[in-house]
């Protein structure tokens, strides 16, 4: 039917490098250390031993790489984003690390078969439009008894929330991050790792409370390092945007005051073994 080609859900688009791109330095400086703390609870969840060939599929800046390699472990990593992959190789260099780093798509994965003793993905795998394709990719490319973990977010909470709400309220035209992200249902999230082929899966909710700045500043970062604002900010313009931050900031103040706040993060973390 005819309608089903203009019915057809539009790519998000995350489903994209450029975005990446755009916040692939604010991101390297800003969020890595918030990230860095998700990428740790992985490796407990999966433990790896000096040596295991581990993989890290939609690496970013090489959150989990760097942890993964400065344990000893031969790490893999790929992500689509060339400015991310540049970040990721200048902190390699940095901590005097090596990694088999490859710029690709983490739905066609360009490893062999029954390769990697750990598989991760973490809040990259969410964004992929084929979501089944990149877990079945995790799955081929690990050793029997191998296991995967991969991450997204949980409903956000408390300045996230109000963030949201405030651009919406100052762009009522504009559908803006309401209701449940990529992989944002953990039954959902299992039954897509159990479909990928994968066994003992379990999805667990992890939360970190972090000290956070004043709610201008993390309007500012949010600026800096969210994709999906970073795009927003582009296309409305210089004029229209600082109507958007000073609706947005106005709000936040008159919600929270200007002291810092403190930022609470929930992720699903999804683990399932190879048979
Ligand atoms: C939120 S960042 C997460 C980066 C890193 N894993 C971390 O935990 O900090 C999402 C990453 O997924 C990458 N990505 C999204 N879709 C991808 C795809 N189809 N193939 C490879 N990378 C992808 C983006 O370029 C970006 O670096």
């Known amino acids: 039917m005819l309608c ?9 688009p995350l489903a994209s490098p450029e975005p990446w791109n755009l916040v692939a ?3 390297a400086i800003e969020l890595l250390p918030m990230f860095e703390l998700f990428s740790k609870d992985a490796l407990k969840l999966a433990p790896t031993h000096a ?3 581990v993989l890290d599929v939609a690496c970013g800046p090489g959150t989990l790489t760097l942890l993964a390699a400065e344990a000893g472990c031969s790490v893999s990593s790929l992500d689509f ?3 991310m992959v540049r970040n ?12 088999d780093v490859r710029e690709g798509d983490g739905q066609a994965l360009p490893w062999g078969d029954g390769e990697f003793d750990a598989a991760f993905s973490m809040f990259g795998l969410m964004f992929f ?54 992989l944002g249902d953990p039954d959902e999230f299992a039954s897509e790792l159990r479909g990928a082929g ?10 970190h409370i972090l000290p956070g700045d004043t709610p201008a500043e993390f309007w500012a970062q949010t600026q800096r390092t969210t994709a999906p604002v970073v795009l927003l900010k582009n296309r409305l313009g210089e004029a229209e945007w600082r109507r958007v931050t000073q609706g947005v900031v106005e709000r936040l103040e008159a919600q929270y005051g200007k002291d810092p706040v403190e930022v609470k993060t929930t992720a699903y973390l999804g683990f399932g073994r190879k048979s």
């Open 4 to 12: 089903r080609m203009t019915d057809a859900p539009k790519p998000s």
């Open 81 to 83: 984003s060339p400015q």
């Open 25 to 27: 330095d604010d991101y």
């Open 51 to 53: 040596g295991a060939k």
């Open 129 to 182: 439009p084929d979501r089944a394709k990149g877990f079945s990719e995790l799955h081929r490319v690990l050793k029997p008894g191998g296991a995967a973990v991969v991450s997204s977010w949980a409903p956000f909470e408390g300045i996230f929330v109000s963030i949201m709400s405030a651009v919406r309220e100052v762009l009522p035209d504009i559908p803006f991050g309401s209701g449940k992200g990529p």
């Open 198 to 207: 994968f066994s003992e899966v379990s999805v667990q909710p992890i939360t």
């Open 88 to 99: 990721l190789k200048r902190r390699l260099n940095g901590a005097q690390q090596g990694a």
